[in-house]
């Protein structure tokens, strides 16, 4: 029975999961800028209600992005820091593809709001119990979101909270329904990190590294205009 730690602040919410074997502990909070203050209490939570210690872990997952970059580079960091020290693997899963694990169905499109007008996108389908990429995460405005093949889609997270009308538009006859309120969560971060180990899956601790997708973060003062 494996035991996956994983670690998700990609947004403002917070979330530690401890799974092992069809258990799961999840402890989740709306940190705003205080994840790097909770996150190291809410794994000693998850920990002390299991009844392990930090050596009792397989791996620990968490969320590679894209999302916000400090919050992304904070969940990094905590993992591989228990990487180094306890030398387990580190397992690294796409916060788009925890969005679509979340949502369910077998077609989902997720779109987190990246700021600045655009959004962060990917599109997953299931086959044989296991997630297919169909789109790989990028960073685009509603209106230029990559094209969808077929129906039946289902929509999730922030971009669609937020730029819901112009997905719409963008994928008019394609969406089957949209499931607001979505945000990554370390829930998903666990089983999809248990599936990827299960398979062979993991990087060292020195590999692993957040999924940035966009190269800047803020606008000069001519492109606010």
Request: net charge negative.
């Amino acid at each position: 029975m494996s035991k996956i730690l994983a670690l998700e602040t990609s947004t403002e919410t917070c979330s530690v999961a401890l799974l092992a074997g069809a258990e799961l502990l999840l402890r989740e909070e709306r940190a705003g800028q205080h994840h790097s203050e909770r996150i190291l209490p809410m794994i000693d939570e998850v920990l002390n209600e299991a009844g392990f210690t930090p050596a009792d872990l397989d791996g620990v997952a968490f969320g590679a992005g894209p999302g916000s970059f400090t919050g992304l580079r904070i969940a990094c960091g905590v993992a591989q820091g228990l990487g180094f020290a306890l030398e387990i693997p580190l397992l690294p899963v796409g916060t788009l593809l925890a969005l679509a694990e979340a949502c369910g169905g077998e077609r989902v499109v997720a779109c987190q709001d990246a700021r600045m007008g655009e959004i962060y996108h990917g599109a997953y389908l299931r086959r044989d119990g296991r997630w297919h990429e169909i789109s790989a995460p990028s960073l685009c405005s509603p209106e230029s979101a990559p094209p969808l093949p077929g129906d039946a889609w289902s929509g999730c997270g922030s971009g669609f909270d937020r730029f819901g009308e112009r997905l719409g538009r963008r994928y008019a006859g394609q969406l089957a329904g949209v499931r607001p309120g979505l945000v990554p969560c370390a829930r998903e971060i666990a089983r999809l990190g248990a599936q990827a180990l299960a398979l062979g899956g993991g990087v060292a601790a020195e590999r692993a590294a957040p999924l940035y997708v966009r190269d800047k973060v803020a606008l000069k003062m001519h492109e606010q205009g």
